[in-house]
């Protein structure tokens, strides 16, 4: 029986997923399908019971479903249970297994340009996509990281839950020299005329600086950073690996991620260049 998957959302018609995953199918001569699925908040636990019902051996969840998909599942991994959200499902014959592979996907995207575990890391924003990166930098052996939000409690509280340190915005500004490695985690800064979440006066030349959002594939800040003469990397390669993680799951293959995120680029508008 040809085996099928999906990613539900709503909206889902946006997604890349759908391109990505049945590349690799091709790619690996897999005899598989990957298909967008528009599930609205109401109809979420009579979707996913059509799906088991059909067959289904795996999806990707995005948004609103994340955390509403969660008491639906039979297991948990360890990544999904640390968010309280799930973005893989993976059928193991038995069970619904969710997990979380968001935050260990910006992990593998860093580490594939070659960074430090003992870089002095700072975390931009304290939501639910810095908690997954800041939760995938600790099981991944990043020692030193330093977490700055608008609202400082949530710094603080992001960072006693990750063994992290909380600073304010003003102080990493001041500090921001120090740092071998920026990631930048939130919204704020696409709306013309928007302050940057942080200033990069006193960034050092060299430094790493990373946004997980893909599009536009240069942001604001990247594009300030790229002017101080940083490394810049957006959210594409996070997507990719997320997405290849996922697959691992399903088909026990790792995927061909460089690849992908030249293809990713290129279907974005963008020109991908090879560090």
């Not at 908040?41 to 051996?57: C, D, R, V, Y």
């Not at 309280?84 to 619904?96: C, I, K, Q």
């Not at 935050?103 to 070659?114: E, N, P, T």
Request: charged share 20%.
């Amino acid at each position: 029986m040809k085996k099928w998957y999906a990613v539900i959302g709503d909206p889902i018609s946006h997604s890349l997923s759908p391109f990505m995953h049945e590349s690799w199918f091709d790619e690996y001569d897999i005899d598989a399908a990957y298909l967008p699925i528009h599930v609205e908040p109401s109809q979420l636990e009579k979707s996913f019971e059509a799906m088991k019902t059909l067959g289904i051996s795996g999806f990707n969840i995005t948004l609103p479903h994340k955390q509403s998909i969660v008491p639906l599942l039979g297991k948990l991994e360890e990544s999904a249970m640390q968010m309280n959200a799930v973005n893989t499902v993976n059928f193991d014959g038995t069970h619904y297994l969710g997990s979380n592979t968001d935050g260990d996907g910006f992990v593998r995207s860093i580490l594939a340009h070659s960074v430090d575990k003992a870089s002095k890391v700072l975390l931009i924003g304290a939501g639910g996509a810095a908690r997954g990166i800041a939760c995938a930098l600790k099981r991944a052996g990043f020692t030193d990281v330093t977490i700055t939000n608008r609202t400082f409690r949530r710094a603080e509280e992001l960072a006693a839950e990750t063994g992290g340190t909380a600073v304010t915005l003003i102080e990493s500004e001041e500090r921001l020299a120090e740092f071998g490695v920026l990631i930048q985690t939130t919204s704020v800064g696409l709306a013309t005329g928007e302050a940057l979440p942080i200033s990069l006066e006193r960034v050092k030349a060299g430094t790493l600086v990373a946004d997980i959002i893909y599009n536009p594939l240069e942001t604001p800040f990247l594009k300030k950073a790229e002017e101080k003469n940083c490394i810049t990397l957006n959210g594409v390669g996070m997507f990719v690996y997320q997405g290849a993680i996922a697959f691992e799951k399903w088909t026990g293959i790792q995927p061909n991620t460089e690849k992908m995120i030249q293809l990713i680029t290129e279907k974005l508008g963008g020109t991908y260049v090879n560090d």
